[in-house]
């Protein structure tokens, strides 16, 4: 049995699938599509069960583009995405009917899709500064796609909605991140003014989440499995001790710092880099502004 959504009417003129099975080994996603019921409805495969309800005829666009190219931390309940010219609205599928460019149309796991530029195009003029950046970041990380990729786009549809916060969006895009929570991270730090960081560090045999380099301050958010997880744990002291012999100064953030404790994550990186060095006005500032 395939692993892969299907047609009901095709399976059953195929002989590959009978009613009865489709009933009791495949559950429905739209109509006419079926999943095999020990498969994991992802964004990916909602993004390809979509495609065949259209009779393979749409363009995957939006999240659902941005999952067939492997972006990571697309949440699979939210609709598929298609670019579609024509027919009625369905539930779980988001239409969008805006005429493409040939050179914005791709293809993602065998499937039509806009292309990498063209869907973080889409996904940065939709509200919410912060998430665009984090889908725009994850899209980076999985396909590769520079800001300069979006150039030609930027010029062919200079007064599409969304434009302003896009280009906003753009200034603050880094494909190094590998999470929605690093993202976070930097942007609390882009926010208050200090310098840009490098992502993805790489110091003999580790990498650091993002830091100044030339400084040796790095910053560093741990998800749960950093402090729930024994192993892990001891391996981040053994590793946290590396690089202090190196002469590193880490600041890690935890998710409750991150949401609730910002103020926190500013004043222990000023503190760090004044200690490395740093002069920059903006570290007095924040320092002078107290942690809260």
Not at 1 to 12: F, S, V
Not at 80 to 87: D, H, P, S, V, W
Not at 120 to 147: E, M, N, W, Y
Not at 157 to 174: E, F, T, Y
């Amino acid at each position: 049995m395939t692993t892969r959504p299907i047609l009901g009417t095709e399976a059953l003129t195929a002989g590959t699938a009978t009613r009865r099975g489709l009933r009791g080994e495949y559950r429905p996603v739209y109509r006419n599509v079926y999943l095999p019921v020990q498969t994991e409805l992802t964004a990916a495969t909602r993004a390809e069960a979509a495609w065949l309800w259209s009779g393979r005829k749409a363009i995957a666009a939006g999240l659902s583009a941005a999952a067939l190219y492997g972006t990571r931390w697309v949440d699979a309940t939210e609709p598929a995405e298609l670019y579609r010219t024509n027919g009625k609205p369905v539930s779980g599928i988001l239409i969008h009917r805006d005429t493409l460019l040939p050179w914005e149309i791709g293809s993602a796991s065998g499937i039509p899709a806009t292309t990498p530029a063209r869907t973080a195009f889409d996904l940065g003029r939709r509200p919410g500064r912060t998430l665009a950046v984090i889908r725009i970041d994850a899209l980076a990380q999985s396909t590769g796609l520079r800001v300069s990729d979006m150039q030609p786009l930027l010029e062919c549809h200079p007064g599409l909605r969304g434009m302003v916060q896009l280009r906003k969006v753009l200034d603050l895009v880094d494909g190094g991140a590998e999470s929605p929570q690093e993202t976070r991270t930097r942007l609390v730090l882009n926010d208050a003014g200090l310098p840009r960081p490098t992502t993805q560090i790489v110091v003999a045999r580790y990498r650091i989440d993002m830091g100044w380099e030339e400084l040796k301050v790095g910053v560093e958010y741990d998800g749960d499995q950093h402090w729930k997880d024994p192993a892990q744990h001891a391996r981040d002291i053994d590793r946290l001790a590396d690089l202090a012999a190196l002469g590193w100064r880490i600041i890690r953030v935890s998710a409750q710092i991150l949401r609730y404790r910002r103020r926190v994550i500013l004043a222990r990186t000023c503190a760090a880099l004044a200690e490395a060095g740093a002069d920059w006005p903006v570290i007095a500032r924040i320092l002078e502004s107290g942690v809260q």
